[in-house]
């Protein structure tokens, strides 16, 4: 097999790898932000919830969570599980994981805020959505920014664990080609692929994070 | 007229008594300046003056609108609705300036005046310019926070409370945080607002500046007004916990 066929065979792993990675991305930033909300309500029950839940997610491995998500409509409720439900299941289950994680890096840089910042905004008349939205959530995400990479560049080498279900990105496709053709070759490009991709994400993280280094 | 009365407040933190029976009452361009020992409650007072902590018990007016008042023994506040409308009668000043650090000079001045009271931006920056000139700060613009002295910083919030144009403008402790050689700019500047007839309730240990702003100082301890007097007769009272405070402090009556 040659290199270009074996990199087109490839490519569409990796955009279903990217795909994973965007969509659970775009789901898990900001439902993490309401469940630290959650986390941090002054109602018992809610904060008791969510506290619960942050505690599973992060408790249990992600591989049992995605046979969970994508199975259990089957197991537990004896629905049919379609074709196309493989990868909803597979992006719910990473967006519901990582938006726990991310609950808990908001709830660190909130919490971390002193309280002058709400004060001098309170006297000032500002609303308590433009209080957190315009003053400290932009402050929170400064702080937080190095934790939150961490999370990310987990997550580009999370999205393989998606083969447990058999869905195919990156890494399942890799395997699947470097058994019929009996190669190392398909491995080692999946190992470059993930890696080239933390490094661009590492790269714009940091460049996030110089952006916001004009204070301190 | 009266632009400022809170009467009878009561506060308290978990059973611990900090405001026991608090009257005030501050005139249209009057200089008020609250001193007193550490823990008495002078912030306690102010915190509750601009909203940021709910008395217990007690009335507060800003131009005879009631934001809270007394009843059955306890403070009953006025919609929210309603007190939005108060606080735009006040501005604070704090001890630790609480600027925006992620915003610049002239966004920190900007911004409420804008997005708060929904102001035409280029008046409003046009008067952002002008505080900031009063200030002495024309070239510190675009700074950020971060980049200025202490006292720097101060005058910039003063400038933020000023663009707000309150009516009454309460200060915390406005030199505690600095260096004592940035102390005196932040003076004049207080200074220069009381000859404006800026009307000022000022919490300080400065007693010189006290003596020389204000128009009425009071002593507080305990939770409770000791004494209320205009600065000449509080430095020659005969009050004996009056006479020990002041006496920590050296200041020699003329
Ligand atoms: N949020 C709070 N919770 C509990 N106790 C408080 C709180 N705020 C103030 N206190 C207590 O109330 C008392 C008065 O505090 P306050 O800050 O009003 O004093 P102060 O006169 O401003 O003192 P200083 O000169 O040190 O600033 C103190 O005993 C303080 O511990
Ligand atoms: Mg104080």
């Known amino acids: 097999m040659s290199v270009e066929v074996m990199i087109q065979q490839l490519a569409g792993g990796m955009a279903k790898t990217i795909m994973i990675f965007v969509l659970t991305l775009l789901f898990s930033l900001p439902l993490g932000l309401v469940i630290s909300f959650g986390r941090m309500s002054k109602n018992v029950l ?58 808990e890096i908001y709830r660190g840089g909130i919490e971390s805020m002193s309280k002058g910042q709400y004060e ?14 315009k003053i400290i959530l932009p402050q929170v995400i400064k702080r937080i920014l190095p934790s939150v990479t961490n999370e990310v560049i987990t997550l580009v080498k999370d999205t393989s664990l998606a083969f447990s279900i058999a869905y195919v990105e990156m890494f399942t496709t890799a395997k699947a080609i470097a058994a019929s053709q009996k190669s190392m070759a398909p491995l080692a490009a999946a190992a470059i692929f993930y890696y080239i991709f933390n490094f661009l994400v590492a790269a714009v993280m940091e460049l996030w994070e110089k952006k916001l280094g004009y204070y301190s | ?32 300046a609250i001193i007193g020992p550490s823990g008495s409650g002078k912030s306690t007072l102010l915190r509750c003056a601009t909203l940021l902590e709910t008395m217990d018990d007690g009335d507060l007016y800003y131009l005879g609108e009631p934001a809270a008042k007394s009843e059955g023994g306890h403070a009953i506040y006025a919609p929210n609705a309603e007190l939005k409308k108060i606080e735009r009668q006040f501005g604070l ?75 009454i403008l309460f200060f915390d ?82």
């Open chain 2, 1 to 32: 007229m009266k632009l400022f009365e809170m009467n009878h407040v009561k506060k308290s933190f978990d059973g611990n008594i900090v405001l026991k029976n608090i009257s005030l009452s501050v005139q249209e361009g009057e200089v008020v």
């Open chain 2, 93 to 167: 000043v704090f001890q630790n300036f609480n600027l925006f650090p992620h915003y610049s000079v002239m966004k920190n001045i900007m911004d409420a005046p804008i997005h708060v009271q929904k102001r035409d931006r280029a008046e409003v920056q046009k008067e952002a310019e002008a505080l900031l000139q009063k200030m002495g700060l024309s070239d510190r613009a675009d700074y950020y926070p971060c980049q200025l002295s202490g006292g720097q910083q101060q005058r910039v919030s003063i400038a933020r409370a000023l663009a707000m144009k309150p009516k």
């Open chain 1, 46 to 103: 809610i904060r008791g919830i969510t506290k619960a839940y942050i505690s599973i997610m992060r408790g249990t491995p992600l591989m049992l969570q995605l046979l969970v998500v994508y199975f259990g409509p089957y197991y537990i409720f004896g629905v049919n599980i379609s074709h196309g439900y493989r990868a909803y299941a597979v992006v719910i289950a990473f967006a519901i994981n990582y938006a726990a994680y991310f609950a």
């Open chain 1, 120 to 133: 001098a905004a309170k006297v000032l008349g500002y609303t308590k959505a433009q209080t957190f939205f």
């Open chain 2, 173 to 254: 402790e406005p030199t505690s945080a600095l260096d004592p050689e940035l102390t005196g700019e932040i003076l004049k500047v207080i200074t220069e607002l009381a000859k404006e007839k800026m009307t000022m309730v000022i919490v300080t240990h400065e007693m010189n500046f006290a003596k020389d702003v204000s128009d009425r100082m009071i002593f507080m301890d305990q939770g409770v007004i000791v004494e209320e007097l205009s600065p000449e007769e509080l430095f020659a009272s005969t009050n004996q916990r009056t006479k020990e405070f002041l006496g920590k402090y050296h200041i020699l009556n003329h």
